[in-house]
Nanobody, 123 residues
C-alpha cells in the first residue's frame, strides 16, 4: 500500500506560480508511475501530468508548456511546477500513483490517491 501526501497548494493571482509536492511512503514499488489530477466542484477529475519510472512525462494539452512535472527518486517525491497560472487552473489537485509503467491519465489508471491540495487562482 502506497500512502501519498500532497503539499504546496495556495492562492495566487493569474500569471503567478505555485509548486506542488507529493511524497510517497509505505510499500513503494521500484517501478511506479506518479501523476497529478485536478477536480473542480461538479466536474470530473482530470489528469494533468504523469511521470513514469523511466522519466518520461505526459501532460494535458491545456497545461503543456506552463506546467512541469519532475521527481526526486531518492525522496519518492514528485513535483508539479505550475507557471503562468490561469483562473481555470484553480482546483483541488490530487496526487496519484500506480505500480508499473504509466498507462495514461485516466482516473482508472491509478490505484493510490492523496487527499488533495487546493489551488486558487484569482483574476
Amino acid at each position: 500500500q502506497v500512502h501519498l501526501v500532497e503539499s504546496g497548494g495556495g492562492s495566487v493571482q493569474a500569471g503567478g506560480s505555485l509548486r506542488l509536492s507529493c511524497t510517497a511512503s509505505g510499500t513503494v514499488p521500484s517501478r511506479f508511475c506518479m501523476a497529478w489530477f485536478r477536480q473542480t466542484p461538479g466536474k470530473e477529475r482530470e489528469g494533468v501530468a504523469s511521470y513514469d519510472f523511466d522519466t518520461s512525462t505526459r501532460y494535458k494539452d491545456s497545461v503543456e508548456g506552463r506546467f512541469t512535472i519532475s521527481k526526486d527518486s531518492a525522496k519518492n517525491t514528485v513535483y508539479l511546477q505550475m507557471n503562468s497560472l490561469k483562473p481555470e487552473d484553480g482546483a483541488m489537485y490530487y496526487c496519484a500513483a500506480d505500480q508499473g509503467p504509466c498507462t495514461g491519465l485516466a482516473v482508472y489508471d491509478y490505484s493510490s490517491w492523496g487527499q488533495g491540495t487546493q489551488v486558487t487562482v484569482s483574476s
